[in-house]
C-alpha cells in the first residue's frame, strides 16, 4: 500500500466515511503490519517516532478544517487509538523495507505496476490519477475503468502493467482508444503513450478481450508469450493462461495475422484469421490450428457469463478457479477429460455446483473457498 491509498483509507476511518471493502483492505493491511512488526525490530527508534507524530499531525490538520471531523476524532475509542497507532508504527515498516512492499498489499485486489516499480491499489469503487515522472496526469480510474490520455507526447515507451486476480474484471482504455476487457488471473503490460512510427505493442498473460482503434500506420501487436497477434483495428479474444496447453485467438470482426515467436513476422508463415474462426496455439508442438467457432461462447465472460462447449472437465475447474477466486481439488480422475456442455449466468458457484451434480452426478463438498470434487 503506498502513501497516498494509506492516507486517504486512515482519513475515511477516521471521518467515518469508509466503505465496507475499504475496510477490509485496512484492517488485513494492519494484520499483516502486525505480523511484520513481530518479525523485525526497528533500529533508528527517534525516526520511527517522528514519522508517528508526522502522521498524527497530518491527521489533526486534516480532520480540523470541520468541527464534526474534530469531534469525531476525540471521540475515538481506545480501540480505534491502538488500530491506527500500529498502522502509524507500521507505516514507517513499510516505507524502510523495500523488500516487504509486496507483502503490504492484500490478496485479491487489483493493482497497477508503474514502471518505477511503484504498485497501486485499484479499488473498484474508487477514482485514482495516474501520473508521469514530470507530474502530468496521464490516466484516470473511475471505477472499474481506467482510461488513458492521448495528450503529451513520449520519445520513448514508458510501461504499465495491470494486474486482475481471480474473481475480478476489468476494463482498460488504452492512450490510442483500444479497449481492453481483462478476465479474472489475467494482466497487461502496456505502454502508457505509444510512440509514432512504431508498432503499437502490448503484451498479454490471461484471458482479454480486445477492441483495437484503427490506424493503418501503426500495427497493433499483442504478445502473449509463444504467439503474437497482429491487427490493424479489429475485436478478437485472446486466452492464454500459463497453465494451459494452448493458446487461444477467437476473431469476432476484422482480419488477424498469428505467427510464433520462434519463427518471427513472415509473410509466407503467418497465419490468417477471418471472422468467426478461432486459431489454437500449441505450446508444446509450436504449431497453430484454426477451426469455425461460435464466437459468442468465448465472448460470454464480459458480461459475467459462464459458457462450456465440449469442454474437458479439468477446463471447466480452471475456469471455475478463476471465475470465482475459488481452489477446487479433483479426487475423481475418471471426469479429468470427460467433455461436458453447460451454460451458466452470473450466479453463485454452489448453483453451479448443484447443476454439475443434477445434469451429469457429479458429487462435492464445499470447506469454505475449497471444493473437493468426489
Known amino acids: 500500500m503506498q502513501e497516498q491509498e494509506f492516507k486517504k483509507l486512515l482519513d475515511k476511518y477516521l471521518n467515518g466515511s469508509i466503505s465496507d471493502h475499504e475496510l477490509e483492505i485496512l484492517v488485513k493491511f494492519k494484520e499483516e503490519l502486525r505480523l511484520a ?19 498524527w499531525t497530518s491527521i489533526n490538520t486534516q480532520t480540523r478544517t470541520s468541527k464534526k471531523k474534530k469531534s469525531l476524532v476525540w471521540k475515538v475509542s481506545a480501540a480505534a487509538a491502538v488500530f491506527i497507532g ?8 513499510l516505507q524502510n523495507t523495500k523488500s516487504n512492499t509486496d507483502f503490504m498489499i492484500p490478496e485479491n485486489v487489483i493493482t497497477l505496476q508503474l514502471e518505477n516499480g511503484e504498485m497501486k491499489i485499484i479499488d473498484e469503487d474508487g477514482q485514482v490519477e495516474i ?108 486466452s492464454a493462461y500459463p497453465e494451459d496447453e494452448t493458446t487461444e485467438v477467437v476473431l469476432v470482426e476484422g482480419s488477424v495475422s498469428l505467427y510464433t515467436e520462434t519463427e518471427g513476422y513472415d509473410a509466407n508463415k503467418r497465419v490468417y484469421l477471418e471472422p468467426g474462426f478461432k486459431g489454437s496455439f500449441d505450446k508444446t508442438k ?12 468465448y465472448t460470454s465472460w464480459i458480461n459475467g457469463k459462464l459458457v462450456f462447449r465440449n469442454m474437458t472437465f479439468n477446463n471447466i475447474l480452471k475456469k471455475l478457479e478463476r471465475h470465482y477466486n475459488v481452489t477446487i481439488t479433483n479426487n475423481n480422475s475418471d471426469l479429468t477429460h470427460e467433455e461436458f456442455n453447460a451454460n451458466f449466468g452470473n450466479e453463485p458457484i454452489e448453483n453451479v455446483l448443484r447443476e454439475l451434480k443434477s445434469n451429469y452426478g457429479i458429487e462435492y463438498k464445499i470447506l469454505g473457498d475449497k471444493i473437493i470434487i468426489e
Open 286 to 297: 509450436n504449431n497453430i490450428d484454426t477451426s469455425k467457432v461460435i464466437t459468442g461462447l
Open 131 to 238: 501520473f508521469d515522472d514530470r507530474g502530468n496526469i496521464i490516466g484516470q480510474q473511475e471505477g472499474k475503468s481506467l482510461k488513458y490520455a492521448n495528450t503529451i507526447a513520449k520519445k520513448e515507451l514508458v510501461y504499465n502493467t495491470l494486474n486482475v486476480p481471480n474473481g475480478k474484471t476489468f476494463q482498460l482504455r488504452l492512450s490510442d482508444g483500444t479497449i481492453a476487457h481483462l478476465n479474472a488471473g489475467s494482466s497487461i503490460k502496456y505502454p502508457v503513450q505509444f510512440i509514432k512510427g512504431t508498432n503499437r505493442q502490448i503484451f498479454v498473460t490471461g484471458e482479454t478481450y480486445l477492441d483495437v482503434a484503427k490506424d493503418p500506420e501503426h500495427p497493433f501487436i499483442v504478445n502473449t508469450n509463444g504467439l503474437n497477434v497482429q491487427v490493424l483495428g479489429t475485436q478478437f479474444n485472446v
Open 86 to 93: 500500529l498502522l502509524a508504527t507500521g507505516y514507517f515498516y
Open 37 to 55: 512488526n513481530k518479525e523485525s525490530h526497528f533500529t533508528n527508534e527517534d525516526h520511527k517516532n517522528a514519522i508517528k507524530e508526522s502522521l
